[in-house]
């Protein structure tokens, strides 16, 4: 069988409100076609987190998966960096 790469990113957590869910906010930015200036644009993920693993504020690497409810089809693949305690 062959082994196919799958899509990863990697975004901040902006809310942990579910069990076993987090959403995450991957921000980019992109060249207004007529005007030329860089506008800043989010995309949200709900993301699968089996082991509650992050918290507000920690950057997080997630691939794609099979849908696990309406909204989730992300799974997280490991915390990046830890939020500073403030």
Do not use: F
Not at 21 to 26: K, W
Not at 74 to 84: I, P, T, Y
Request: charged share 30%.
């Amino acid at each position: 069988m062959q082994d196919k790469k799958l899509k990863t990113l990697t975004g901040v957590v902006i809310s942990n409100s579910g069990n076993k869910s987090v959403r995450i906010a991957i921000d980019y930015k992109v060249k207004h076609p007529k005007y030329g200036k860089y506008m800043r644009r989010r995309t949200k993920l709900a993301v699968h987190d089996e082991h509650n693993h992050s918290a507000v504020g920690d950057v997080v690497e997630v691939a794609e998966c099979r849908p696990r409810s309406k909204s989730k089809n992300w799974r997280l693949v490991k915390v990046v960096q830890k939020a500073s305690q403030a």
